[in-house]
């Protein structure tokens, strides 16, 4: 054994305390006086003279705690509509009509609607789907629109709020008036998907700010894709029921 009696003491001391593990800093006057010059400014410290600007971004500090912020990822394809078994009912359509993008394209390929989308990492929204290929004119966003006079989803109505192109809105906004149309309360930033199955979820806002189920649903006689609140009260004493609908991006 090299180490003697008191050495053994020191490094005993050195794992029980704490205090002991830290090395103390060493001033600039200590460094002078040893010849050495001062010791360089850390980065963070507030040095005097000197304003700092910078402030800790959420990227900053996720990776201070460790984690690697994920890069946001874009989506491309075209909107299937299934079922809730799953089947495919086909997919939205791009249509130079009123209907636009509301309901279901049975008329070939070139008439299917393409989307895109950037969605955080985990696919938690809101946020937009651009139209890319619209045969129709502006506003090229796939929303939600109400009216002058329903604009609210709650779970024991049957209001109902459009799926239609719309203009770009804020995330997490109430319905904003059409620049477009009279009459309309419109949202874009409605969306999230699911990374895994690429399904797409909206949220719509209502004007008192609260957060309504947003359910999917489609008319089939009808052709019509729309959000209501309580799909059961839409379809008591209804002549053209609707079913729960899901939507997925699907690539080209
Ligand atoms: C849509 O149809 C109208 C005529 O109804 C036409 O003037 C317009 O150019 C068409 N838009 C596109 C994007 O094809």
């Given at each position: 054994?090299?180490?003697?009696?008191?050495?053994?003491?020191?490094?005993?001391?050195?794992?029980?305390?704490?205090?002991?593990?830290?090395?103390?800093?060493?001033?600039?006057?200590?460094?002078?006086?040893?010849?050495?010059?001062?010791?360089?400014?850390?980065?963070?410290?507030?040095?005097?003279?000197?304003?700092?600007?910078?402030?800790?971004?959420?990227?900053?500090?996720?990776?201070?705690?460790?984690?690697?912020?994920?890069?946001?990822?874009?989506?491309?394809?075209?909107?299937?509509v299934?079922y809730k078994?799953?089947?495919?009912?086909?997919?939205?359509?791009?249509?130079?009509?009123?209907?636009?993008?509301g309901?279901?394209?049975?008329?070939?390929?070139?008439?299917?609607?393409?989307?895109?989308?950037?969605?955080?990492?985990?696919?938690?929204?809101?946020?937009?789907?651009?139209?890319?290929?619209?045969?129709?004119?502006?506003?090229?966003?796939?929303?939600?629109?109400?009216?002058?006079?329903?604009?609210?989803l709650?779970?024991?109505?049957r209001?109902t709020i459009a799926f239609?192109?719309?203009?770009?809105?804020?995330?997490?906004?109430?319905?904003?008036?059409?620049?477009?149309?009279?009459?309309?309360?419109?949202?874009?930033?409605?969306?999230?998907?699911?990374?895994?199955?690429?399904?797409?979820?909206g949220?719509?806002?209502?004007?008192?700010?609260?957060?309504?189920a947003t359910v999917i649903a489609y008319d089939i006689?009808a052709?019509k894709i729309f959000f209501v609140g309580n799909i059961d009260a839409y379809n008591?004493?209804n002549?053209t029921p609707a079913d729960t609908i899901k939507l997925?991006?699907?690539?080209?």
């Amino acid at each position: 054994m090299l180490l003697g009696k008191s050495s053994f003491i020191i490094a005993l001391i050195a794992l029980i305390s704490p205090a002991a593990c830290t090395p103390t800093q060493e001033t600039n006057a200590q460094r002078m006086a040893r010849g050495l010059p001062p010791s360089p400014p850390k980065f963070g410290r507030n040095v005097p003279g000197r304003i700092q600007v910078r402030q800790p971004t959420p990227v900053w500090a996720a990776k201070r705690h460790g984690v690697s912020p994920l890069p946001p990822v874009s989506y491309a394809g075209r909107i299937e509509v299934r079922y809730k078994d799953g089947r495919a009912r086909g997919f939205v359509r791009n249509s130079n009509s009123s209907w636009t993008i509301g309901g279901v394209n049975d008329l070939g390929a070139e008439q299917d609607l393409h989307v895109s989308l950037t969605a955080p990492h985990s696919g938690k929204g809101p946020f937009d789907i651009l139209a890319t290929n619209p045969s129709f004119p502006e506003p090229f966003y796939v929303g939600a629109a109400g009216t002058n006079f329903i604009s609210s989803l709650d779970l024991t109505s049957r209001n109902t709020i459009a799926f239609t192109n719309v203009q770009q809105t804020p995330g997490g906004s109430v319905p904003v008036s059409s620049t477009f149309k009279d009459n309309l309360l419109v949202e874009s930033a409605i969306w999230s998907i699911n990374p895994d199955t690429k399904e797409i979820t909206g949220q719509w806002i209502n004007p008192d700010k609260s957060s309504p189920a947003t359910v999917i649903a489609y008319d089939i006689r009808a052709n019509k894709i729309f959000f209501v609140g309580n799909i059961d009260a839409y379809n008591t004493n209804n002549d053209t029921p609707a079913d729960t609908i899901k939507l997925f991006i699907v690539p080209i």
